[in-house]
């Protein structure tokens, strides 16, 4: 059986890739074409439940460059496109979650060997992903990082990490990323912190809408692995439907959505998964889905 258990630390290699060591090697095969391996911008781990995406460049804060924005876009693809992925982890190695763009090599920028891809199509990639998009953040977040935090789908944070819109700080504004953060601060919170630029922790992000929890730094793998368990409970099909359900709702009016939604509910109803989670209810065990979790 693969392992489910997620893990910031490597403990394999495979064509320059991270892994870990029960993954699938196909999977890694596939994904270590597309990485830059002489700089290992992104470390990886793959296993049967999980993706993982850690930023590794903490020399710079793990800025957020041309290249590592198309290798970012390009991991993204490959763990959707991967069966055995049922949800995606991203986090930062060293001091820093994202520091935000690199100014020296912005993103949408030239990139060796490929299209430049912006970051605004890693958020919406992340946003529109069929699989959950848990953000790890392990250290500081400023600007265009917060980007990667407002695209993801559950965010747990370290306690006392520091978050910052500080864009205004050095002339410019918190435009693209905006789209992505102020559906979740709503405009009170947003307004104040786009205006001053003003640091806020982790905690305060819980308590603004922009965070789901706040752990201390020795909890984040632990509160993440908790994530990673829950979402596994619930049928594959399911938890994708549902993600897709938050996103088109939160778009509708109360009519649109009751004459979208009715319609929605009964084709999840008649599908093989809702007919196996249904009968391991009245059988009282686990669905098939779950088993080994």
């Not at 695209?151 to 205004?168: C, G, R, W």
């Amino acid at each position: 059986m693969l392992t489910s258990r997620i893990e910031f630390n490597a403990n394999a290699r495979h064509e320059g890739v991270v892994a870990t060591g029960l993954a699938t090697i196909r999977s890694v095969a596939s994904i270590a074409k597309h990485l830059s391996v002489e700089n290992q911008r992104l470390t990886l781990w793959l296993s049967r439940v999980y993706f993982a995406l850690r930023q590794n460049r903490p020399e710079n804060r793990n800025a957020l460059s041309a290249i590592l924005v198309n290798e970012l876009h390009a991991h993204l693809v490959a763990a959707i496109a991967d069966p055995q992925v049922r949800c995606i982890v991203l986090t930062g190695a060293g001091p820093a979650f994202c520091a935000g763009a690199d100014l020296k090599n912005p993103p949408g920028g030239a990139a060796v060997g490929a299209r430049a891809a912006s970051l605004p199509e890693v958020m919406t990639l992340m946003l529109e992903s069929p699989k959950p998009v848990i953000a790890a953040i392990n250290g500081a977040t400023f600007a265009g990082g917060l980007g990667l935090v407002g695209a993801s789908d559950i965010v747990v944070a370290v306690e006392d990490v520091q978050f910052s819109f500080s864009e205004v700080r050095i002339g410019v504004i918190p435009a693209v990323i905006s789209v992505v953060c102020i559906p979740k601060l709503g405009t009170h919170h947003a307004m104040k912190l786009f205006l001053t630029g003003e640091r806020f922790t982790g905690r305060q992000a819980v308590e603004m809408g922009l965070a789901h929890r706040a752990v201390p730094a020795d909890r984040l793998r632990a509160a993440v692995q908790e994530e990673i368990d829950m979402i596994n409970l619930g049928g594959p099909n399911a938890v994708s439907e549902a993600k897709k359900l938050v996103r088109r709702v939160s778009k509708l009016s109360i009519e649109e959505g009751f004459a979208e939604t009715a319609p929605w509910s009964a084709r999840v109803f008649q599908t093989e998964e809702a007919a196996e989670g249904m009968a391991a209810f009245r059988e009282k065990r686990p669905p098939a889905w779950a088993r080994g979790h």
